[in-house]
């Protein structure tokens, strides 16, 4: 274990308590590499700084010296693990990860001020600012990570940094479900039916997504559009697009809705939303329903026939001069299928139902677990894919 992560022992003062914070001001001083700081010349300096310094306490001060340096102070240890997938600051002195699927508490000393100095070296070369007038700001890190902090008075106890770590390593649909379904997904994809995932915070909606859009033919031309670009694709012929928030001034803002609609002019074969949260959803059920079927997205619900009520409600936030019949007839002739994926009691993300769209609210189960339903009769959206059940014949 790192000695940035390791539990404190809190027996009073020690010869290396403030010193890794003296020896970073120094070399900042005497202009030092701001990056790939040598820990063997850190080392050097401490132990001249501080002889009586043991081992243990001597590997903790060199890591806290080149972490500030380096990276993201404290937090480096964290965001170079590979088993961490996610790090949470919830105020002073309270630092969470999700490590391989599980929540663990990590011992650390990291107070008010040094959380709100970590939150502007994220986002201020992102051209944001946090502070009391604007207390939250969701950002990318460069390598895909996704930052969203709060800071008083809004977060009551001190700021809240979260960092949901980008994967450079997709996960494959073989992580999600058994064959059979696999089977259904892959034919699905080719056949360009419109799919929905849907599932809770944290389910892994957009790891799935990322799966399914990676079974996407190489030679179509995907248009991607997301709040916060997250999704890798293998395919050559991808096109990212990224909305962005509104500037200090309060303007400037490129919503996921206008994304869509500009998608729609770049001659895409398919439309990836990751995430439909808004009125956005009525421009995706359009160009569903326009030819660009095979398009996917997500959302946040609880079961396939909240996921078909949600996409609804966000259509008639979008104050549509339409009645909610209409709405529900341009939800069910755009969307087939509806992919509900769930994490369970271990940290995994499996997917736990798979449903067809039959109606308003109304869908049929195609999948039980792993289970496929016997003999699902379904039709492809395009002549060169023959239905499901001769597929599987």
Do not use: Y
Not at 86 to 105: A, I
Not at 190 to 199: E, I, Q
Not at 263 to 269: F, G, T, V
């Amino acid at each position: 274990m790192s000695a940035s992560t390791a539990p404190s022992a809190n027996h009073g003062p020690t010869a290396g308590q403030g010193l890794g914070e003296r020896l970073h001001t120094r070399l900042v001083s005497r202009g030092g590499p701001a990056d790939g700081l040598d820990a063997e010349l850190v080392a050097e300096m401490a132990r001249r700084e501080a002889p009586l310094l043991g081992p243990v306490e001597l590997g903790r001060v060199v890591d806290e010296v080149v972490a500030r340096a380096s990276g993201l102070g404290q937090l480096q240890p964290l965001l170079i693990d590979p088993d961490v997938t996610e790090v949470m600051v919830s105020g002073p002195d309270r630092v969470w990860v999700e490590r391989q699927g599980q929540l663990c508490r990590v011992e650390m000393d990291i107070d008010g001020p040094t959380i709100e100095h970590l939150i502007e070296k994220i986002v201020g070369p992102l051209g944001l600012h946090v502070d009391r007038a604007s207390p939250m700001v969701d950002a990318r890190l460069p390598d895909g990570s996704r930052v969203n902090a709060i800071v008083p008075p809004l977060a009551v106890d001190g700021p809240c940094l979260t960092i949901r770590r980008f994967s450079r390593r997709p996960l494959p649909l073989e992580r999600f479900c058994a064959p059979a379904v696999i089977r259904l997904l892959r034919w699905a994809v080719r056949a360009r039916l419109n799919l929905l995932v849907s599932g809770a915070t944290s389910s892994g909606k957009t790891t799935l997504l990322n799966a399914l859009s990676a079974e996407i033919p190489l030679g179509e031309r995907i248009i991607t559009v997301e709040d916060a670009a997250e999704l890798a694709l293998p395919q050559e012929h991808v096109v990212r697009l990224e909305a962005r928030p509104a500037n200090a001034d309060g303007t400037g803002s490129v919503t996921v809705r206008d994304l869509v609609r500009n998608a729609l002019r770049m001659r895409p074969d398919r439309i990836v939303v990751g995430e439909v949260r808004d009125a956005a959803a009525l421009d995706m059920l359009q160009a569903m329903n326009t030819g660009h079927e095979g398009s996917l997205s997500t959302c946040h619900a609880n079961s396939p026939v909240d996921a078909l009520r949600r996409v609804e409600t966000m259509v008639l936030m979008g104050e549509v001069a339409l009645p909610l019949a209409a709405v529900r007839e341009q939800v069910v002739s755009a969307l087939d299928l509806v992919i509900q994926v769930a994490r369970g009691i271990h940290g995994a993300r499996r997917i736990v139902e798979v449903a067809e769209v039959c109606g308003p609210a109304e869908v049929r189960r195609l999948t039980r677990g792993d289970v496929l339903e016997p003999h699902p009769h379904l039709l492809s959206r395009t002549p060169s894919v023959p239905p499901f059940e001769e597929v599987t014949a």
